[in-house]
């Protein structure tokens, strides 16, 4: 059973502050990783996509893949109020067509 | 604009009653899938379809049909709902990615519909 683990949270971090996002992945043959951004009663909206070993950089993102660790992260600089909302994380294995969600992490930013 | 999108947005039906969910996108991607989500469980796919023609079952398919006629539409039916089948509904699409390891969709992530509240009762 390929899983992608998140902790549930919540996550409260204050305004400004860096918000750190992890996920954990149990097959090794996992190549691609996607961040969902969530907004309560919303659908999720993709964030960003990570393949190789190290950091990317999107703006205020960014995610950070560890294939040695199986390890996921995103992290959320100057973090805003309107961050506020649940983090998905997904994995896709090589010759796999079907994603593994994790069940999101909730993120509050508070003022 | 690019888009995904499911109708109704809202639907209160009656346990044994057909009912179909459409999904359309107009981005011309090969990859399309549904997944339902409830509270404590996530995302959990329900049917999937890497191009026309071609469907698979998910985690969750009981209970559900697709069809995928046409590139740009893949609906989903409940031929008998039940109250088990209330929650919320997504559609997503997404562009095939080819890679020299092989080929595998959704590569460049998901593009999701806004979502259907289903209540069976």
């Known amino acids: 059973q390929k899983e992608v683990e998140q902790n549930s949270g919540p996550l409260s971090v204050p305004e400004g502050a860096i918000a750190s996002l992890n996920c954990t992945y149990s097959?090794?043959?996992?190549?691609?990783f996607f961040w969902y951004r969530q907004y309560s009663g919303k659908s999720p909206e993709l964030i960003m996509f990570i393949y190789s070993n190290g950091d990317k950089e999107d703006g205020r993102f960014t995610a950070q893949l560890n294939k040695a660790s199986q390890y996921v992260s995103l992290l959320i600089r100057d973090s805003q109020p309107s961050d506020s909302a649940t983090y998905l994380c997904?994995?896709?294995?090589?010759?796999?067509?079907?994603?593994?969600f994790g069940r999101g992490t909730s993120l509050i930013v508070h003022p | 604009e690019a888009q995904v999108t499911q109708n109704p947005r809202y639907l209160i039906t009656v346990t044994g009653k057909k009912l179909t969910v459409t999904c359309s996108q107009n981005?011309?991607?090969?990859?399309m899938s549904w997944y339902r989500q409830d509270p404590g469980l996530g995302l959990r796919q329900i049917y999937y379809?890497?191009?026309?023609?071609?469907?698979d079952k998910g985690d969750v398919p009981e209970g559900y049909k697709v069809s995928r006629k046409e590139k740009r539409n893949f609906p989903l039916i409940l031929e008998s709902p039940s109250p088990n089948q209330t929650s919320l509904y997504f559609c997503?699409?997404?562009?095939?990615?080819?890679?020299?390891?092989?080929?595998?969709?959704?590569?460049?992530?998901?593009?999701f519909g806004s979502g259907t509240r289903l209540t069976v009762v």
């Open positions: 097959d090794r043959g996992s190549q691609s």
């Open positions: 997503a699409s997404s562009k095939r990615k080819e890679t020299g390891l092989g080929n595998f969709l959704g590569g460049f992530g998901y593009t």
């Open positions: 997904a994995g896709n294995s090589g010759g796999s067509y079907i994603p593994t």
């Open positions: 981005m011309n991607h090969e990859y």
């Open positions: 379809s890497m191009n026309v023609e071609v469907t």
